[in-house]
């Protein structure tokens, strides 16, 4: 009798829960593939970031340091020991005023306490970002100073005690990007930046106060070393695209302020901790995210092109840079063209779009950037202008010079003004301090770039001044 109540009852529940879930069913609409498109759309820019910084990651730790500039195994420095050569193709808008020092950190299962020595007052910046391109910290000589530092990187599920003198950093993440930037003064002071780097140093928390040295790289075969990660996450198919980032946000939570994008995403499928096979999905979903794809990346290059002012001729971002908020669109498109991008208190980059007349500036003609006394880069630290060429890239010159900024010995004028003079030919002797070597021919691509600018150069009311093209 037990036993026949027994189904009896397991019978009614199964009958209940069916009735259950046929009823919310019919209660739930379902959605149309204009709405499913929209909300793809969205869900497209809201995840690209993310993926965008996991492709990089896996890339960039996949072989030992040495093997590629900047690549390094996780957990290790892979600093890059001196400026890039006249042919160097890596990345576009190379910088030539600091030696780059990054790292990749999983702090999944223990924290990683990085150690920075005593620059001397040398600057350097320290930026960390989450796997959602958020700059969360940025030790260096702005923040935390030049003295001996030791910064523990705790994930958001640690609890623990640290060793006496690591500081604490909780990271939004536990996937770390960390963008090391160090002063260096020209090929001669390789020496004493190198020195530098050599000091910085990455210790799991296990391993601290002993002697450690970093895993070696997988050399993982499945990874695609060749394609650049950036067109990787631009041609990837849709299923595989929705299919890795709801992956990775398993292991990368959504921001606490992301709550009405995330309900806009659960309408077509895509659940936070959850899995998605866009086979799967209802045939709407699927329809509008196989055209989404075709017609997002269109967007953020868009975005990209437009996101900032144009003031005297230059594009100035200071505007939420480094830190997106649900500004969903900016991230994007960021991730896009400037991965890694750093608060605008930390550094900011005015791209040159035109000369005074508005015209592009070309390499066959010849320009002078006059300062004002007043008008100089209002910077904490130093400012320099770099010369590219229409893809971003640096062309060989005789001087060998590719910037020019206030470390150089510059000549000003008697009323404390300053010219630059840019043109594919020297000014002549008496000039040539000031001579920013440029192409002979096509379009220039000149960016500044201010390093702890003053607030009125970080929050947009510093302007540079319009480049004048000479009769």
């Not at 006496?164 to 090391?180: C, K, M, Q, S």
């Not at 904490?380 to 890239?393: C, L, Q």
Request: aromatic share 10%; glycine share 6%.
């Amino acid at each position: 009798m037990n036993l026949l109540n027994n189904i009896f009852i397991k019978l009614i529940t199964c009958l209940t829960l069916l009735t259950a879930s046929q009823s919310t069913l019919a209660s739930t609409p379902e959605i149309s593939e204009k709405e499913a498109y929209e909300i793809g759309m969205e869900a497209y820019i809201y995840l690209y970031p993310l993926i965008t910084m996991d492709v990089t990651r896996k890339v960039m730790t996949n072989i030992d340091a040495g093997t590629r500039p900047g690549y390094a195994a996780t957990n290790s420095f892979a600093h890059v020991r001196t400026f890039p050569s006249a042919d160097f193709r890596e990345v576009v808008r190379p910088n030539f005023d600091t030696l780059y020092s990054p790292a990749w950190l999983d702090i999944s299962k223990e924290p990683m306490i990085v150690s920075l020595p005593n620059t001397d007052g040398r600057y350097y910046l320290m930026p960390m970002l989450d796997m959602w391109t958020d700059v969360f910290a940025a030790p260096g000589k702005r923040t935390s100073g030049t003295s001996t530092a030791n910064f523990a990187l705790v994930s958001p599920n640690w609890k623990g005690s640290l060793p006496e003198g690591v500081e604490r950093i909780d990271a939004p993440t536990p996937f770390v990007w960390i963008i090391g930037r160090t002063q260096t003064n020209g090929v001669q002071d390789y020496p004493a930046v190198n020195k530098i780097q050599d000091s910085f140093r990455i210790t799991p928390l296990s391993m601290w106060g002993k002697q450690y040295s970093p895993a070696k790289a997988p050399n993982d075969s499945s990874v695609d070393m060749k394609t650049e990660p950036l067109k990787q996450v631009n041609t990837m198919p849709a299923a595989r695209y929705f299919s890795y980032g709801m992956e990775l946000m398993k292991q990368h939570p959504p921001h606490v302020t992301d709550w009405s994008q995330i309900a806009r995403l659960k309408k077509i499928g895509l659940i936070p901790g959850q899995s998605f096979d866009l086979e799967k999905a209802p045939k709407s979903v699927q329809t509008a995210l196989l055209e989404v794809t075709e017609n997002a990346l269109k967007i953020l290059q868009s975005e990209a092109m437009n996101m900032a002012r144009i003031t005297n001729g230059w594009q100035l971002n200071t505007d939420s840079m480094g830190v997106y908020g649900n500004n969903y669109l900016k991230r994007a498109a960021v991730a896009l063209v400037g991965l890694g991008a750093n608060q605008s208190v930390d550094a900011i980059y005015p791209l040159n779009i035109s000369d005074s007349t508005g015209k592009p500036m070309d390499g066959a003609k010849k320009y002078v950037m006059h300062f004002s006394k007043e008008q100089l880069p209002p910077v904490e630290a130093f400012w320099s202008i770099t010369m590219y060429d229409e893809n971003g890239f640096q062309v060989a010159n005789n001087l060998n010079r590719f910037a020019i900024g206030d470390r150089d010995k510059l000549k000003y004028n008697a009323d404390g003004s300053l010219d630059i003079y840019i043109q594919s030919q020297s000014p002549g002797a008496e000039k040539e301090s000031n001579w920013l070597p440029s192409p002979a021919t096509g379009r220039l691509g000149v960016t500044m770039r201010l390093y702890a600018p003053k607030p009125e150069a970080a929050d947009g009311r510093w302007v540079p001044p319009a480049v004048k093209p000479l009769q």
